[in-house]
T-cell receptor, first 114, second 114 residues
Framework: DSGVTQTPKHLITATGQRVTLRCSPR?????VYWYQQSLDQGLQFLIQ???????AKGNILERFSAQQFPDLHSELNLSSLELGDSALYFC?????????????FGEGSRLTVL | AQSVTQLGSHVSVSEGALVLLRCNYS??????LFWYVQYPNQGLQLLLK??????LVKGINGFEAEFKKSETSFHLTKPSAHMSDAAEYFC????????????FGQGTRLTINP
C-alpha cells in the first residue's frame, strides 16, 4: 500500500459526459501528480500541483482540468468525454518537488467511455 | 527535453535465468533515472533510482541497474528470475522543468516461464 488513495477505482460513462477523479496523497506529501496510462500512448504526464499551486503541465487536454485543495487532496476533472479518453488515470504524490525524489502511485482510476 | 526508450515491449525468460531490461535515455541536463514496476491491477512502485551517486544502483527484490553515461543507458538486471517478477517495468527520467515530473518509457512486459 503506497498510501495514495484514488477514487473511484472504476468508472463507466458515455461520450460527452463529465467525470471527476479524486486523489488523496500520502500523509505529509505536498506534491500531487496526474498521469494517464493508455495502450497507445503509454504513461503520459498530465499535470503537477505543489501545495495548492500548479507546478508543471504536460500533455493535458483543454477539456481536462485539475486542482489541489487546501487539505492537499486533488481532483482531476474530465469533460466532454470522448472514446479516446478511456484510460487508467494515476495519481502520485511526493513530499517535495525534487528531481531526485520518489513518486508514490495510487492504484489508479480506470475510466471507460462508451 | 527528456526522453526514454525501452528496447523490447515484451521480454520472456525462464525461471532462474538472467533478466535484462534495456533502457536508453536522452536528457539535456544531468539525468536522474528511475525504474518502476507495475504488477497487475496495481500502481507503480519504485524499484531503484540513480541520482548521480554510485553508477551501480541496487534496488528491491534483487534488481540492480548500471548508469553508463557514454552509452546513455540504464539497463535493469536481475541474476535469477522468479515467477513473482512477472510484471511491467518502466524506465523513467526526471524532467528538466525544475519540477519532478517523470518522463516514462513505453514499458517492458516481463514474462517468466516455469
Amino acid at each position: 500500500d503506497s498510501g495514495v488513495t484514488q477514487t473511484p477505482k472504476h468508472l463507466i460513462t458515455a461520450t460527452g459526459q463529465r467525470v471527476t477523479l479524486r486523489c488523496s496523497p500520502r500523509s505529509g506529501d505536498l506534491s500531487v501528480y496526474w498521469y494517464q496510462q493508455s495502450l497507445d500512448q503509454g504513461l503520459q504526464f498530465l499535470i503537477q500541483y505543489y501545495n495548492g499551486e500548479e507546478r508543471a503541465k504536460g500533455n493535458i487536454l483543454e477539456r481536462f482540468s485539475a486542482q489541489q485543495f487546501p487539505d492537499l487532496h486533488s481532483e482531476l476533472n474530465l469533460s466532454s468525454l470522448e472514446l479516446g479518453d478511456s484510460a487508467l488515470y494515476f495519481c502520485a504524490s511526493s513530499v517535495v518537488a525534487l528531481r531526485t525524489g520518489e513518486l508514490f502511485f495510487g492504484e489508479g482510476s480506470r475510466l471507460t467511455v462508451l | 527535453a527528456q526522453s526514454v526508450t525501452q528496447l523490447g515491449s515484451h521480454v520472456s525468460v525462464s525461471e532462474g535465468a538472467l533478466v535484462l531490461l534495456r533502457c536508453n535515455y536522452s536528457s539535456s541536463v544531468p539525468p536522474y533515472l528511475f525504474w518502476y514496476v507495475q504488477y497487475p491491477n496495481q500502481g507503480l512502485q519504485l524499484l531503484l533510482k540513480y541520482t548521480s551517486a554510485a553508477t551501480l544502483v541496487k534496488g528491491i527484490n534483487g534488481f540492480e541497474a548500471e548508469f553508463k553515461k557514454s552509452e546513455t543507458s540504464f539497463h535493469l538486471t536481475k541474476p535469477s528470475a522468479h515467477m513473482s517478477d512477472a510484471a511491467e517495468y518502466f524506465c523513467a527520467v526526471s524532467g528538466d522543468q525544475g519540477a519532478q515530473k517523470l518522463v516514462f518509457g513505453q514499458g517492458t512486459r516481463l514474462t517468466i516461464n516455469p
